[in-house]
């Protein structure tokens, strides 16, 4: 048999000719490529400590996202927790915004449509957490700020008393207030406290007609006898 031998410059040609067809055919995409394994999706992010629960239930007819609370709250944002007295739900920011803490109205306890409206309710107890961005040194630097709060929209504002007191087992500092809003005396009755190294500020607030003082100061005792440090987890 014969055989049949490629000389060196036929076989040159055709080697070309094949390394163009190939990289043709990878250009076009229909050359097999190695398929690589499969990357895992990305670990789910551990839950940010910076968040706020409420142990017990939203409240009855809150839509989802809503900042509406009843039973437990706690936030670990700020360290703290506290329980709302039976029968009344708390409003707080809406989301995105962070949560501090909520107000009640005092009047409408189970209502939350202030929160539309300009303005807080005549009947108002807040509880708050907030970084202490103002670096009060002193407790009576936060009490003597919020006077002066009182004074921007309030007139003849004078302290009846202020005492030292006790917010859980933080010290903490009470003042009550009376000054006139429209017309009408008011009395303004707050706790103030500081967290480790003067922060957090915690405060818990009343801000009410006088004619219905003794009807919402126990509220606030109610409320502040229950607040507790909750570290964050």
């Known amino acids: 048999m014969r055989r049949f031998t490629l000389k060196p410059k036929t ?6 000719a094949a390394a163009a067809f190939a990289l043709g055919l990878f250009a076009a995409g229909l ?3 190695r398929v690589a394994s499969p990357t895992p999706p990305p670990a ?4 940010s400590r910076a968040t706020v629960s ?6 009855d007819g809150a839509e989802d996202g809503e900042a509406v609370f009843e039973g437990r709250y706690e936030n670990y944002v700020y360290g703290y927790s506290v329980h709302l007295p039976a029968g009344m739900v708390g409003a707080g920011s809406t989301p995105p915004a962070p949560q501090h803490g909520f107000g009640i109205d005092l009047d409408h306890p189970r209502s939350t449509v202030w929160r539309g409206v300009r303005g807080f309710p005549k ?3 807040y509880v708050d957490g907030s970084y202490n961005s103002l670096e009060w040194e002193r407790l009576d630097d936060a009490v003597n700020a919020h006077l002066s709060y009182k004074r921007e929209d309030g007139v003849a504002v004078r302290v009846l008393s ?4 006790r917010l859980g087992d933080l010290r903490a500092v009470r003042v009550v207030a009376r000054y006139e809003e429209r017309g009408e005396q008011m009395v303004w009755d707050a706790v103030f406290a500081f967290g480790d190294g003067a922060s957090p500020v915690y405060t818990l607030a009343l801000s009410t007609p006088l004619s219905k003082y003794e009807r919402d100061r126990p509220v606030l005792e109610e409320v502040r006898a229950t607040w507790r440090l909750q570290p964050a987890e």
Do not use: E, G, H, I
């Open 54 to 59: 409420v142990r017990d239930t939203f409240a």
């Open 44 to 47: 789910a992010p551990a839950p």
């Open 162 to 165: 202020k005492t030292q007191t």
């Open 31 to 33: 050359w097999p490529r």
């Open 123 to 125: 009947s108002y107890l």
């Open 11 to 16: 076989f040159f040609k055709l080697f070309v």
